[in-house]
Protein backbone atom coordinates (compact mmCIF):
# COMPACT_ATOMS: atom_id res chain seq x y z
CA UNK A 1 0.00 0.00 0.00
CA UNK A 2 1.14 3.38 -1.01
CA UNK A 3 1.75 6.57 1.70
CA UNK A 4 -0.68 9.26 1.25
CA UNK A 5 -0.32 12.91 2.19
CA UNK A 6 -1.99 15.96 2.57
CA UNK A 7 -0.89 17.64 -0.64
CA UNK A 8 0.46 21.31 0.18
CA UNK A 9 -0.11 22.21 -3.79
CA UNK A 10 -3.50 20.33 -4.11
CA UNK A 11 -5.13 20.75 -0.89
CA UNK A 12 -6.08 17.33 -0.51
CA UNK A 13 -5.10 13.70 0.36
CA UNK A 14 -2.82 11.72 -2.35
CA UNK A 15 0.25 9.39 -2.88
CA UNK A 16 3.27 10.41 -1.24
CA UNK A 17 7.24 10.21 -2.44
CA UNK A 18 8.85 6.95 -1.50
CA UNK A 19 11.57 9.40 0.13
CA UNK A 20 12.77 12.93 0.80
CA UNK A 21 13.63 14.21 -2.84
CA UNK A 22 16.57 16.64 -1.17
CA UNK A 23 18.49 16.51 1.49
CA UNK A 24 17.92 18.00 5.08
CA UNK A 25 15.20 19.68 6.79
CA UNK A 26 13.89 21.10 3.06
CA UNK A 27 13.62 17.38 1.74
CA UNK A 28 11.92 16.30 4.72
CA UNK A 29 9.16 18.85 4.23
CA UNK A 30 8.58 18.28 0.88
CA UNK A 31 8.26 14.17 1.57
CA UNK A 32 5.91 15.27 4.53
CA UNK A 33 3.65 17.89 2.50
CA UNK A 34 3.93 17.20 -1.18
CA UNK A 35 2.64 14.58 -3.26
CA UNK A 36 4.04 12.47 -5.59
CA UNK A 37 1.67 14.21 -8.81
CA UNK A 38 3.31 17.78 -7.31
CA UNK A 39 6.57 16.74 -7.32
CA UNK A 40 6.44 15.39 -11.05
CA UNK A 41 5.01 18.71 -11.87
CA UNK A 42 7.35 20.49 -10.57
CA UNK A 43 10.40 19.13 -12.00
CA UNK A 44 8.92 18.99 -15.22
CA UNK A 45 8.36 22.97 -14.70
CA UNK A 46 11.71 23.58 -13.34
CA UNK A 47 13.41 21.61 -16.43
CA UNK A 48 11.23 24.05 -18.77
CA UNK A 49 12.61 27.37 -16.51
CA UNK A 50 16.25 25.97 -16.62
CA UNK A 51 15.97 25.72 -20.45
CA UNK A 52 13.98 28.73 -20.98
CA UNK A 53 15.58 30.80 -19.42
CA UNK A 54 19.19 29.32 -20.21
CA UNK A 55 20.17 28.72 -16.54
CA UNK A 56 23.41 27.26 -14.68
CA UNK A 57 23.09 25.54 -11.71
CA UNK A 58 26.40 26.02 -11.37
CA UNK A 59 25.48 29.67 -10.76
CA UNK A 60 24.19 30.40 -7.34
CA UNK A 61 21.95 33.00 -8.53
CA UNK A 62 20.31 30.04 -10.72
CA UNK A 63 20.06 27.91 -7.42
CA UNK A 64 18.69 30.55 -5.83
CA UNK A 65 16.18 31.24 -8.28
CA UNK A 66 15.09 27.73 -8.70
CA UNK A 67 14.98 26.89 -4.90
CA UNK A 68 12.46 30.33 -4.53
CA UNK A 69 10.42 28.76 -7.84
CA UNK A 70 9.58 25.29 -6.22
CA UNK A 71 8.96 27.04 -2.76
CA UNK A 72 5.58 29.16 -4.86
CA UNK A 73 5.15 26.17 -6.91
CA UNK A 74 4.49 23.67 -4.15
CA UNK A 75 2.38 25.82 -2.26
CA UNK A 76 0.46 26.48 -5.03
CA UNK A 77 1.26 30.23 -5.30
CA UNK A 78 1.57 32.41 -8.34
CA UNK A 79 5.13 31.29 -9.92
CA UNK A 80 7.28 32.06 -12.62
CA UNK A 81 6.10 30.10 -16.32
CA UNK A 82 8.62 29.39 -19.15
CA UNK A 83 7.91 32.35 -21.51
CA UNK A 84 5.18 31.35 -24.76
CA UNK A 85 4.83 28.40 -22.84
CA UNK A 86 0.45 27.61 -23.30
CA UNK A 87 -0.57 24.88 -20.79
CA UNK A 88 -2.27 21.84 -23.48
CA UNK A 89 -6.16 21.96 -22.75
CA UNK A 90 -8.02 19.29 -20.96
Known sequence: MSRTVFCRRYREQ???LERPPLPGPKGQDIFEHVSKKAWQ???AQ?????NEKHLSL???AAR??????MTKFLAGEEYD????????SN
Not at 46 to 50: E, H, P
Open 58 to 60: MDP
Open 14 to 16: LEG
Open 41 to 43: EWQ
Open 81 to 88: QAEGYVPP
Open 46 to 50: QTMLI
Open 64 to 69: SYLQEQ
